[in-house]
């Protein structure tokens, strides 16, 4: 069971480039959502979604777009990389939102923009 | 919304002592409180909740405490040892439910255990 599977797991950009961090989930879960982390700053929410076909945006959804076209995969897109986006980012899953459905996270993606 | 505010940012003890790390939050409509354990390199874990219609629980050597009158929380990690070194993060919701739902999280302690 590998749980919530992030790639790449480093990459560098340069400011202006686009790419996709991937995420998957093996658990059959409802819920994904996509964090960052940055220091001194801890864990904010960047999208989620409920559902296949449902996305909403969280605290930090600027530059960031996301689909989710499977109940597996949620994969979170910068469109043009600005250096502001320098972080840590992390897909996390539960089974809903309900009460005794704790978050799972992957082991993260650090992108580094110039 | 809900604002979480977590102390100390680093904390560094001796092996086999006690660690406590405590948290505020501002929604006092918030019911649910997870603990999650960052090692390096690594994505964050839970290791402990709460609901708010309890004031204490345990599992093993840690431990988390919930005053709702105060709005504050703290965990408690009792004999120390070295694989307790990580990040430690809290975090609360208000959501209906607990769980996922408007979680929002403190900033987190580092936790240092000096051999």
């Known amino acids: 069971n590998a749980g919530v599977t992030q790639t790449p797991k480093f990459q560098v950009l340069k400011t202006g480039q686009s790419m996709t961090l991937q995420c998957a989930q093996d658990?059959?879960?409802?819920?994904m959502s996509w964090y960052r982390q940055d220091p001194g700053m801890g864990l904010r929410l960047i999208h989620y979604?409920?559902?296949?076909?449902?996305?909403d945006q969280g605290e930090v959804p600027n530059g960031y777009n996301v689909s989710r076209s499977t109940t597996e995969d949620f994969p979170l897109r910068l469109l043009s990389a600005a250096p502001s986006q320098t972080s840590v980012y992390f897909c996390?899953?539960?089974?809903?939102?309900?009460?005794?459905?704790?978050?799972?996270f992957g082991n993260g993606t650090r992108l580094t923009v110039t | 919304g809900e604002n979480v505010e977590q102390h100390p940012s680093t904390l560094s003890v001796q092996e086999g002592d006690s660690a406590v790390i405590k948290c505020t939050y501002s929604?006092?409509?918030?019911?649910?409180f997870p603990w999650y354990k960052q090692e390096l390199g690594k994505g964050p874990q839970l290791i402990i909740d709460?609901?708010?219609?309890?004031g204490e629980k345990k599992d093993q050597r840690i431990a988390v405490t919930l005053n709702k009158t105060a709005k504050h929380f703290s965990l408690h990690i009792t004999e120390t040892q070295p694989e307790d070194s990580a990040v430690y993060f809290c975090?609360?919701?208000?959501?209906?439910?607990?769980?996922?739902?408007?979680?929002?999280f403190g900033k987190g302690t580092h936790l240092i255990i000096q051999p």
């Open positions: 979604s409920v559902g296949a076909g449902i996305t």
């Open positions: 996390a899953s539960s089974y809903s939102m309900d009460r005794d459905s704790p978050l799972h």
């Open positions: 709460i609901r708010s219609n309890v």
């Open positions: 929604d006092s409509a918030s019911n649910y």
């Open positions: 975090a609360a919701t208000p959501g209906s439910g607990g769980g996922a739902d408007g979680l929002t």
């Open positions: 658990m059959n879960h409802e819920y």
